[in-house]
């Protein structure tokens, strides 16, 4: 079906532009939580397990995973000592920023072998494809 050729094209280039990354140790779920707090700021486990739909426990492993490896810390909140806050540290911050620039160049070489034509019709689909997400 169309949707599924669709579903299909989008898979294979994000599972390509997710294999461009700064350390290549790192899962999607690690470089997803990195990548949110650039984005967002810093979160607490809970919300953290919540933007990335996974559980609690998982998330925590994940963090953990992280502050082992220098990426985030884990700060109590001043306000609610039972609370922990969790955020970049500069490392963690380079990591996003080449990963992110990484993938960037990757597209921006793989469009560069497109005609203006192909280019034109991806440009309308970027803004369609978006359109979708949103709902």
Avoid at 42 to 53: D, I, S, V, Y
């Amino acid at each position: 079906s169309f949707a599924s050729e669709v579903r299909m094209a989008i898979f294979r280039l994000a599972r390509r532009l997710r294999s461009e990354r700064a350390v290549d140790s790192m899962s999607d779920g690690q470089f997803a939580v990195l990548a949110a707090l650039k984005v967002h700021g810093p979160h607490t486990l809970g919300e953290l397990a919540e933007r990335e739909r996974v559980s609690a426990p998982s998330m925590n492993r994940t963090v953990n995973c992280l502050v082992e490896s220098g990426y985030v810390t884990r700060t109590p909140d001043s306000g609610d000592r039972r609370k922990v806050i969790i955020d970049l540290t500069e490392q963690g911050r380079e990591v996003v920023a080449e990963t992110v620039r990484r993938r960037d160049s990757w597209l921006e070489h793989a469009l560069e072998a497109l005609d203006s034509e192909d280019r034109d019709v991806l440009a309308r689909a970027a803004q369609i494809m978006r359109t979708v997400a949103e709902r």
